[in-house]
C-alpha cells in the first residue's frame, strides 16, 4: 500500500533526498543514494512513502528497537541482536576502538548468515531500502554488503529518527484534508459492526480501534492481545490515512482522547470532531447480544468484569453495585450486562458526546434492528448512497 495519498489530495508529504551529516530538528528526512559507479552513494530523488517502490525494506537495529517502531513493511534483520548491542554499548565507555571492532565482527557474521535468507535470493536488480537508528553505521555496513553483492540499494539518511519526526509531522497535516463520518452511539449499539459492513461495500473505513488492539472503554483490553506501542500505533495510522482519497469521505467510530494506552493523534481527534456525527440506536436486547458475543470472556467470568468496575462504585452507589455483584456471582450475565449500560455506560456517554462534538443534536439517527452482518450490509449500502 502506497504511503502517498493517492489522486484527490495534494501530496503535503516531503521528499527525502540525502545530504551529509544527522539532519537538523525539522528538517525532511531523505533517502541516502543508490551505489554509483565507484561505490560510492550519490543522490536519489525517491521520495519516502513510495515504500513500494522497494522489493525489501531492511531494519538494521536491533530486536528491541524494532519492535517499538519500524518503518511499513520492514523486516528486522539487525547488525546486532539485543544482547550484542549491549556488549558493544559497555565496552564503548572505556574503549571506543575495541567497542567498533567488536561491533563489526558481530555485523559481519549477522549479515553473513542473513544473506543465506531467502528474501535475500533476488534477482541482481532487486531494490532495497535499508535503515538504522541515524542512518549511520549499522545501515552503512548493510548498505555496503548489498551494493558489493549487486543490489540497487538505497539507505535512508536520517534513518529511524528522520522517519519518526516525518511521521509526527504528517499527523498534524493529514487528518485535516479528510470529510468525517462519525458513527457515534452507546456502547453495544453495533457501531464496529457497521464499520465492518461499510468497508465490505466499498467505503473507506478507519477503523481506529482494530489499530489500538482494544475496545476503548475500562472492558475494551481483548484477551491475548497487547496493545501496540503508541509509536507503532502512529505509523500505522499514517499509513491507512496516507491511503486514502479526499474523493470520499472516511467513516470512523466516536473515540475519546485515549483508546485504552494509546493517545489519538490531537489533529485528528479534532478533525473527527468537526465531521458529520451519525447517531446509531439499537433495541436494548440486540446490544445485550453484542455484549455476549463480544465480552465473551466475561460472560464466563462475570465477577472478573466487576474487578475491573470496582472504581466506579463510589460513582454508582454501594446499592447499585451489590446488585451488579449478585447478578455476576449468579452468573445471570443477560441482566448484568443491561443493568450495566442503562446504570452507567449509556449516562456516561451521553455525557461524553455532549462535550465532545458539536452540534450533536442536529445528527441524523439510524435505528438498526439487527446487527447481524446480513442485517447489517444493506444498511452499509443505504448510507453510502446517502452520506457518500
Request: overall charge positive; proline content about 5%.
Amino acid at each position: 500500500m502506497p504511503q502517498g495519498v493517492r489522486m484527490g489530495r495534494t501530496n503535503s508529504a516531503a521528499d527525502f533526498y540525502e545530504n551529509a551529516g544527522e539532519l537538523p530538528a525539522g528538517t525532511a528526512p531523505h533517502l541516502a543514494g543508490v551505489v554509483g559507479a565507484r561505490g560510492e552513494d550519490r543522490l536519489v530523488t525517491t521520495p519516502l512513502y513510495n515504500l513500494t517502490d522497494y522489493d525489501l525494506i531492511i531494519d538494521a537495529r536491533s530486536p528491541h528497537e524494532y519492535a517499538q517502531d519500524h518503518l511499513p513493511g520492514a523486516v528486522n534483520f539487525p547488525v546486532v541482536d539485543d544482547d550484542e548491542y549491549a556488549q558493544v554499548g559497555i565496552l564503548h565507555r572505556t574503549d571506543k576502538m575495541a567497542a567498533y571492532r567488536m561491533g563489526v565482527c558481530f555485523a559481519l557474521k549477522n549479515i553473513a548468515r542473513y544473506l543465506e535468507d531467502p528474501l535475500l535470493w533476488a534477482r541482481r536488480k532487486s531494490r532495497v531500502l535499508v535503515y538504522c537508528f541515524r542512518g549511520g553505521k549499522r545501515s552503512r555496513l548493510w548498505f555496503d554488503a548489498l551494493s558489493t553483492v549487486g543490489y540497487h540499494t538505497t539507505r535512508l539518511h536520517g534513518g529511524w529518527k528522520a522517519y519518526r519526526r516525518w511521521v509526527n509531522q504528517q499527523l498534524t497535516v493529514l487528518p485535516s484534508c479528510y470529510r468525517y463520518r462519525v458513527l457515534s452511539g452507546p456502547t453495544g449499539c453495533g457501531k464496529t459492526r457497521l464499520l465492518y459492513a461499510l468497508r465490505a461495500a466499498g467505503a473507506q473505513v478507519l477503523d481506529l480501534e482494530d489499530l489500538a488492539r482494544h475496545r476503548g472503554s475500562v472492558l475494551g483490553a481483548i484477551p491475548l492481545q497487547v496493545q501496540p506501542s503508541q509509536k507503532i500505533f502512529d505509523s500505522r495510522l499514517l499509513h491507512i490515512l496516507s491511503s486514502f482519497s479526499t474523493d470520499q469521505p472516511v467513516w470512523v467510530e466516536a473515540e475519546s482522547k485515549k483508546i485504552g494506552q494509546l493517545q489519538l493523534p490531537e489533529h485528528l481527534y479534532a478533525a473527527m470532531h468537526v465531521g458529520q456525527s451519525l447517531l446509531i440506536e439499537t433495541e436494548m436486547a440486540q446490544r445485550v447480544l453484542v455484549w455476549r458475543e463480544d465480552y465473551r470472556h466475561f460472560e464466563e467470568d462475570p465477577l472478573a468484569m466487576l474487578a475491573c468496575l470496582a472504581f466506579l462504585q463510589p460513582l454508582v452507589g454501594g446499592k447499585e453495585f451489590a446488585q451488579w455483584t449478585l447478578l455476576a456471582k449468579n452468573k445471570d450475565v443477560a441482566p448484568l450486562f443491561e443493568r450495566l449500560m442503562r446504570q452507567h455506560y449509556d449516562p456516561a456517554y451521553k455525557k461524553s458526546l455532549f462535550r465532545n462534538y458539536c452540534n450533536i443534536d442536529a445528527r441524523p439517527c439510524l435505528m438498526l434492528n439487527d446487527v447481524s452482518p446480513a442485517g447489517l450490509a444493506q444498511v452499509a449500502r443505504d448510507l453510502l448512497i446517502q452520506f457518500g
